[in-house]
């Protein structure tokens, strides 16, 4: 049994990933701010022994008595419209809370994961994107908060893993949804899906020729799970192949839902990758792959939006 601390605990990949190690017997410290995590997405742990919440700002150091086995640094701002608005604070927890975050693992002599992500491609000029590919980023454009946040945050974990000898794995992850994405963080599919769900217009940014492979949160888990395990210090990238035009994806959605919505062209975002699909050379080395196929992701997440949203109408 170990005890597993997680930044962004409370967010949507975070908190899959404390039900994940809470259901094969570890303990968990979810740490979060909540500025964009929600504690109902640990409502089920509130209480349970081996379940901890420690509402704080990464930033500000976390300093925890007793051992820690590994440290998963998941707190960030990670849909585009929430970097846009929220762009210190998604430099900052990119860069001085992965600094925190590895120091708590170097003085507790535990294993770091980081976080990162397919943006630190930034709109790719290679096609699938390998792990060997430096990216195509722009540091002074809007989406580069995230993207240089993300690139500082790896190259801080590799020189702990250099200078300190801590024992650090870097994760990009692709493209994830599933339950618990907020309704309406203004990403692809939760947007797609509420608005198709409340018979609103479709909002496709641009032409909707741009691309994204889209991976189910659960596989998304696996894969991180194996990289924590199996790794080496190397970034591994995790999420589907399988690669689908925006406008794709939006007909998909009205068709999941069977809704009377339209779609509607929107101004394109700026800096907007056109093509993103991984390649998961590396990962399947590791002997993980995505096996959730879109169509039953998406009838899941559809159920789960469903009740969501419902349950937000019961409220208001
Ligand atoms: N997008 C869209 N309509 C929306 C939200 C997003 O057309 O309401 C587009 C967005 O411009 C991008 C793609 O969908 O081309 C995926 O965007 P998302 O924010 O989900 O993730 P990203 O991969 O850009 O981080």
Request: hydrophobic share 40%; net charge neutral.
């Amino acid at each position: 049994m170990a005890r597993i601390v997680i930044t962004g605990g409370a967010g949507f990949i975070g908190s899959h990933l404390v039900d994940a190690f809470l259901a094969r017997g570890d303990r968990v410290v979810a740490v979060d701010n909540l500025l964009t995590g929600n504690r109902q997405n640990l409502a089920a742990h509130e209480g349970r022994s081996g379940f901890e919440f420690v509402q704080r700002d990464v930033c500000q150091g976390v300093f925890l008595t007793g051992p820690v086995d590994a440290v998963l640094h998941f707190a960030s701002p990670a849909s585009p419209r929430d970097y846009l608005e929220l762009p210190i604070q998604t430099l900052k927890v990119g860069a001085l809370g992965t600094h925190a975050a590895l120091g708590l693992a170097r003085a507790k002599g535990a294993r770091f994961l980081l976080a990162s992500t397919s943006e630190v491609y930034g709109d790719p000029e290679v096609h699938p994107q390998k792990e060997s590919y430096w990216g195509n980023v722009n540091p002074v454009g809007p989406r580069g908060v995230y993207d240089e946040a993300k690139r500082f945050a790896e190259a801080m974990t590799m020189a702990y893993h250099r200078v300190h000898g801590i024992d650090t794995r870097i994760v990009r992850i692709f493209n994830t949804y599933g339950p618990r994405m907020r309704l309406q963080d203004g990403r692809a599919l939760p947007e797609f899906l509420s608005q198709a769900l409340t018979g609103a217009p479709l909002t496709v940014h641009g032409d909707g020729a741009q691309t994204r492979s889209f991976c189910y949160v659960g596989d998304t888990v696996a894969g991180i799970l194996a990289v924590l395990e199996r790794a080496g210090a190397d970034p591994v990238n995790v999420g589907a192949p399988g690669e689908i035009s925006i406008l794709e994806l939006a007909r998909k959605v009205i068709a999941a839902t069977g809704s009377p919505s339209s779609v509607v062209h929107v101004a394109s975002m700026v800096d907007d990758p056109r093509r993103r699909e991984p390649d998961l050379t590396r990962a399947r080395a590791l002997g993980w792959g995505p096996t959730t196929k879109l169509d039953d992701g998406l009838a899941r997440t559809v159920a789960w939006f469903r009740e969501a949203l419902a349950a937000r109408a019961g409220r208001s």
